[in-house]
């Protein structure tokens, strides 16, 4: 009996502490104090960490990045956390 109740006091114990959040990650969700900038580029791919206000400013990097390639820029991932990273993949020019 006291080794079921030891049992369920520790598996109550885990999951509240689980469940506990800090003050820095509030923060971090927020906000992003990064100024735009290029983290990666490798071949026809560019990889840009920014503040969400400023999507244009990262759009026109990945179009002059990609320009140089006589290609377009085609938006491929991005994951917002505060500051976001997106990547851009370079593609050949679609006829229509």
């Known amino acids: 009996m ?3 109740i030891r049992y369920t006091f520790l598996l109550i114990m885990f999951f509240t502490l689980s469940c506990a959040t800090s003050n820095q990650d509030k923060k971090y ?7 735009t900038g290029i983290l990666k580029t ?4 560019i ?4 503040n969400l206000k400023n999507k244009e400013e990262v ?15 085609k938006e491929n991932q991005v994951a917002c956390d505060g500051c976001c990273r997106v990547t851009f993949i370079c593609k050949l ?3 229509q």
């Open 47 to 50: 990889r840009i960490e920014y």
């Open 29 to 35: 969700l927020s906000d992003c104090d990064s100024k």
């Open 93 to 95: 020019y679609e006829v």
């Open 42 to 45: 490798y071949g026809d791919t």
């Open 2 to 4: 006291k080794k079921n």
């Open 59 to 73: 759009d026109q990097i990945a179009n002059e990045y990609c320009k140089k390639r006589s290609k377009v820029a």
